[in-house]
């Protein structure tokens, strides 16, 4: 059975700013999702030479991105019902993209600050840096495998 909750406990709808707030974050959302398949299709169109796009941590950071706006996009839900329904597989599957979006995206910032740091400080020729950021990428995944899994895993 699904309820209506609001942060203070109560029943009570959206009123119509709250639902003009949450118009906002779905525009933003989906401002971004076209950002994002502008640059693909444009990478897409443009597959020349291998530049910061083709990266493996850029790739990663811009799954991750793609998923929050999913999660995001997903809020019109609430604001057309004016109020959230919870618990229901909706809102754990909109938990769940929001929560993996948004750890893909700030480990693949650790990453890419990572893997800048070791080519302009420590230098690091081309394919060293190559298979440091495939490495990263990789740890990236796994981390947030772990995050998610146990977040997830361990909820009643």
């Known amino acids: 059975m699904s309820t209506s909750l609001t942060e203070s406990g109560t029943s009570d709808l959206f009123s119509f700013s709250e639902r003009v707030s949450i118009l906002f974050v779905v525009l933003a959302a989906a401002l971004s999702g076209i950002s994002i398949v502008a640059l693909m299709a444009y990478k897409l169109y443009q597959r020349r030479e291998q530049d910061a796009c083709g990266s493996s941590l850029f790739l990663s950071l811009i799954f991750g991105e793609a998923l929050r706006v ?18 229901t597989t909706f809102c754990y599957a909109q938990g769940i993209l929001k929560t993996i979006g948004t750890n893909i995206i ?34 990236v995944w796994l981390v947030v495998g772990i995050i998610v899994g146990i977040t997830f895993g361990v909820r009643d």
């Open 70 to 87: 999913v999660g995001n996009v997903m809020t019109i839900k609430w604001m057309k019902d004016a109020a959230i329904t919870a618990p």
């Open 106 to 139: 700030d480990w693949s910032t650790l990453a890419i600050t990572i893997h800048t740091f070791a080519i302009l400080i420590l230098q690091w020729d081309n394919p060293p840096a190559t298979h440091i950021a495939n490495y990263l990428t990789l740890g």
